[in-house]
């Protein structure tokens, strides 16, 4: 990253599990419009054509853009790496809706989580450059 280069605001695209609990906190402009590459947010949705099935909590995709901050990139991936053991204990603690409100609710707090993250190693980047 250039040490010239200004902060842009922070774009939020893609994050199904983003619905719920997610932008608790953040101010709106540091959750704008999403990058024009990007695709919209989209609610989780249960059974259908294509593959699309879902299972309790609603299944992230493989992989996929999850955040874009300041230009970079955080996967789905990413999140579901970091969520994994919790979501197995939800899992075994609830069931039906309330399993899939922890289970967004984790997941949201994962992406601000690794959102926060990027944001701090991008100050010291700039700091130290």
Known sequence: ???????????????????????????????????PNSRPATPPTGGGEGGSERSPGGALPINGIAAVVNGDVITYSQVRDLVGPREKLLRSQFSGEELITKIKEVRGAALKDLIDRQLILQAFSKEHA
């Open 1 to 35: 990253m250039k040490p010239t280069r200004r902060l842009k605001p922070l774009f939020i695209a893609g994050a199904t599990f983003l619905l719920l609990g997610a932008t608790h906190g953040a101010p709106a402009a540091d959750r704008s419009a999403p990058p």
